[in-house]
């Protein structure tokens, strides 16, 4: 190559660095270049602005990080990850602004390797993302705030479930006292009357009569003392739900003739008193639908445990 054509490559090149400088002290993001060894090659007019620093002070100088320190560990490790299969890798951190005052900010660091994969310099550049990060920052605490609230509201909503099921239990108890005191009682004279009135000389007709309406009031004493436990089960208020749950299977066979087979992993215990009562009544409502409209002998109650996450 002649001294002419050495000599307008050299032009060429400083025309191209030259406009390469142009090109990057344009630009309104924060742009550095540092050797391997971590100092300055160049620094463009919008870091010196944003670090107050003069470029003669930085070119030259090792990089001192201006980062908040709890990032800088986080910053180290993804710098360490630069090689020439990942030449690129992006950082979101804090750092300080001339003014002292804390800003995040998006680097995006680049890597340049010799053929051999040595590291020879990376070239930052970043931008201003403290808005993002406020905005991201409002909606977490936005978010936090909905879930206490809900959080909050649940737990209202449970309790008022738990009080509600504690006074349906307690009316249920009432309503059964009342069927014990009241109906019960006046059966049980009904029943008394009745066993007067069959010592009584009836026509054969009248005895025929009398022993009916005997079967069907001593029906209606049974089914009233059964509605009455099934109202307010002492089995299940002393011994818990699984005895309950068996005591009701063979209620049901009495009643109804159904064939209750009770399924129990385990103890079936740990329930709190108000959930075994809302247990023990679905199991009720269901077994009731069952003899009354699915047209079958025979039904289980399958109680087991589920894994919580």
């Excluded at 550049?125 to 936005?142: M, N, S």
């Excluded at 000389?201 to 003392?225: F, H, N, P, T, W």
């Excluded at 063979?250 to 209750?260: H, I, K, Q, T």
Aim: proline share 4%.
């Amino acid at each position: 190559m002649s001294p002419a054509d050495l000599e307008g490559r050299h032009l060429r090149e400083l025309l191209g660095e030259a406009r390469y400088r142009a090109v990057l002290e344009g630009q309104t993001e924060l742009i550095s270049r540092l050797r391997a060894d971590g100092s300055y090659l160049f620094v463009n007019e919008a870091y010196c602005r944003f670090f107050g620093r003069s470029r003669a002070s930085l070119i030259g100088a090792s990089w001192r990080p201006v980062a908040h320190a709890d990032d800088l560990p986080m910053i180290e490790a993804a710098l360490a990850g630069l090689s020439p299969a990942q030449p690129v890798v992006n950082v979101e951190n804090r750092v300080f602004s001339a003014n002292g005052e804390l800003r995040w900010m998006q680097f995006v660091n680049r890597g340049f390797f010799d053929g051999a994969g040595r590291l020879l310099e990376i070239q930052s550049v970043g931008r201003d993302i403290t808005e993002r990060k406020l905005a991201e920052l409002a909606e977490r605490e936005a978010n936090e705030q909905l879930e206490r609230r809900v959080a909050e509201r649940t737990a209202e909503l449970r309790k008022l479930a738990v009080d509600m099921t504690l006074a349906e239990e307690n009316e249920r108890r009432e309503i059964a006292r009342d069927l014990h005191d009241d109906l019960g009682q006046l059966l049980h004279v009904v029943r008394i009357k009745l066993e007067m009135l069959g010592r009584m000389k009836l026509s054969q007709d009248g005895g025929a009569m009398l022993r009916q309406i005997e079967l069907l009031v001593a029906d209606a004493s049974s089914r009233v003392r059964s509605l009455t436990a099934q109202l307010s089960p002492p089995v299940l208020e002393k011994l818990g739900l699984v005895p309950a749950l068996y005591w009701l299977a063979a209620e049901f066979g009495e009643l109804y003739g159904l064939d209750v087979a009770v399924v129990a992993d385990g103890e079936g215990g740990g329930f709190a008193p108000v959930q075994s009562s809302l247990l023990f009544r679905c199991a009720r409502e269901l077994l009731v639908n069952v003899a009354r409209h699915a047209g079958c002998a025979a039904a289980s109650v399958s109680l087991r445990p589920t894994p919580t996450a």
